[in-house]
């Protein structure tokens, strides 16, 4: 289950899509989760 969750969150953050809800985290705006870090 957390492979998924993690693979999900991976698939957002590739596509540009933000990954956290402003609503539920109190942030002032959406952002993406997570960096991309190639070897």
Do not use: D, H
Request: with cysteine; proline share 3%; aromatic share 2%.
């Amino acid at each position: 289950k957390e492979a998924i969750c993690f693979a999900v969150l991976a698939n957002e953050t590739i596509s540009g899509n933000s990954s956290n809800l402003k609503q539920v985290t109190g942030a002032s705006k959406n952002t993406l989760l997570g960096k991309i870090c190639l070897p």
